[in-house]
Every structure is written in C-alpha cells, then in structure tokens.
C-alpha cells in the first residue's frame, strides 16, 4: 500500500494503474477510520481492481472551529486498518496541498442544501463541494463510494457530479451500526459514558417510529422529538420526512412518497446525525 501526499505523485502512481486498463475505486473520508469507512473500502475492492483512500479533515466544511479543533486525528492507525482491508494508495494532503490558495467557489444545490444538514450547518455542503470535487480532479476515479449514514451528502455530491459533467459513478453504500443500534461515526469517540449510554436511543426511536403510519408527519416528527428529548441528555436539533430523491417533506407517509427521517441530536458537546428510511 502506497501512502502519497501531493497531488503530482498520486496522478503520476494513477497513470500508472490506468495504463495497465485497471479500474480505480475511491473513498474519501475524514480518517478516524472506524468498520462504517471500512465498509466503503470492501465495496470498493469488490468491484474495482484498485482502491484509493483519501484522509483529510477538510477546514472548509466545519462551521464549527471546536469542532474541527478536535475532531479525531490517528493517520498511523488508519493506514494499518487499511492495509488490512486490502487498500492499494492512501491520499494524505496537508491542507496547504488541497488549498494553495482559498476556494471562493459558490455552489447551488437548489433545495438540496436549504435542509436539514444544509440549514443547521451554513455553508457545510459548499465545503464539501469544494473538497470533493478537488479530490476527484486529483484521483479520476471510475466509482467512488459514500455512506448512507450521511444520507444528504450523497444527493448532494450526485448533484454535483452532474452539474460538473463528471465521468464518475457514486455508489451509495449502507449504513453501519455498533451492536445497540448506534450509527457508527467517527465523532461517536467523542462521547462521555453517560452520553455514549444513551445515544443508541436515537436509532430505537427511528426504527419506533416507522410502525407507527396512522399520523402525520408532522405528528411523528413531534413524537420522535419528545421521546428523544425525555432522555435529558439528548437534545433534537432537528428531524424531519422528507421524499428520498429531492429531500422536499412529504405530505404522508406512503411508501409511494419514499419517506426518510433524517435527525441531529445534540448528545452533550458532540453532535450525532442519522436516518432511517420509512
Ligand atoms: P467521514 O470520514 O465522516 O467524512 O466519512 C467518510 C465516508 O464514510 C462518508 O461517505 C460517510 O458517509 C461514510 N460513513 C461514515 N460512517 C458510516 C457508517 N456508520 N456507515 C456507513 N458509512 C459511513
């Protein structure tokens, strides 16, 4: 496995691999990897003859400086569980090699990013935009793969693709939970005991709500908060229904409306998304 930090040496390795007509999957993730990153690397190498990873806790998507601040960083223990996991080249940029100079690129996403994700977060999708696109410029991947544990990201980053006419495909991929039902995430190591307790309430109310159909979505929304926020220790940021394909509410909840709830919980300091589709 080959670890690379500029985008010259990882184009001319790439060549190399396309040369010899081999497929190129990629994953790019924010490092801290944990069995859910783990999961995107398998697909990857099932179906793809190689696997690149890129690590890079991008700046431009964290509206929080605390939050990026101490957002887990263990690159050494990363590139051990990749080797593992059958990964050929990890992408490791500093920030200056990403960004030589500031990205003032402007994206829109049209109601994509006025939701959920993109209301309570300003300007999180651009970055991710802005970092994505730079990531598959350098890498040229023919698939890249993407968690549905962050459901918007991959309508957005499908928005992108094709708005920027890029050659690639994007293969959402399941989400990954611990054994009580939490969603796994990077940030979940982050969590004091009493809270780390607790947070598997928010998948138990999810998987909960969904047998409940003789309401409203609005009414189901209120149900869901008042069970969370019951805890004490979690706080609903928000949650909503929304259609799977334009993210706009639905009006009930029919299978024929493709209803997802998609939640942020406040769990102390650190903040927890996840979804479920109804
Ligand atoms: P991150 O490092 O948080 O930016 O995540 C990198 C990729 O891993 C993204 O496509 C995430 O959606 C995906 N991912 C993170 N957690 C999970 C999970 N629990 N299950 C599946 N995919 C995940």
Not at 95 to 115: H, I
Request: hydrophobic letters at 40%; aromatic letters at 8%; charged letters at 25%.
């Amino acid at each position: 496995m080959k670890v690379i930090k500029t985008k010259s040496e990882l184009a001319d390795c790439l060549q190399q691999f396309r040369n010899q007509q081999k497929t190129i999957g990629f994953v790019p993730t924010m490092g801290a990897l944990h069995e859910g990153h783990l999961s995107l690397v398998a697909k990857s190498t099932e179906s793809c003859d190689i696997t690149v990873v890129s690590i890079f806790v991008n700046p431009t998507q964290f509206n929080d400086k605390n939050d990026l601040a101490n957002y887990p960083r263990c690159v050494e223990k990363d590139c051990a569980l990749l080797e593992k996991a059958g990964c050929n080249v990890v992408f490791t940029p500093e920030v200056e090699e990403m960004y030589p100079e500031p990205d003032t690129r402007q994206f829109s996403f049209g109601n994509l990013d006025k939701v959920m994700e993109g209301e309570h977060r300003p300007g999180h999708f651009n970055g991710v935009a802005q970092i994505v696109s730079k990531l598959f410029d350098a890498v040229k991947p023919d698939k890249a793969f993407f968690g549905l544990k962050d459901f918007q990201q991959v309508a957005i980053i499908k928005a992108m693709v094709k708005q920027l006419n890029m050659k690639l495909e994007i293969v959402p991929c399941p989400i990954i939970r611990e054994a009580d039902g939490l969603a796994k995430s990077s940030r979940n190591m982050l969590l004091e005991p009493q809270y780390r307790a607790i947070a598997p309430k928010i998948h138990q109310t999810l998987a909960e709500a969904a047998k409940k159909r003789d309401c409203t979505p609005e009414q189901l929304c209120q149900w869901i908060t008042s069970t969370i926020d019951a805890t004490q220790l979690l706080k609903t940021e928000y949650v909503q229904i929304v259609n799977f394909d334009t993210l706009m509410p639905v009006e009930k909840l029919t299978e024929a409306e493709k209803p997802i709830i998609c939640i942020a919980v406040w769990a102390g300091k650190i903040r927890l998304i996840d979804n479920f589709v109804l």
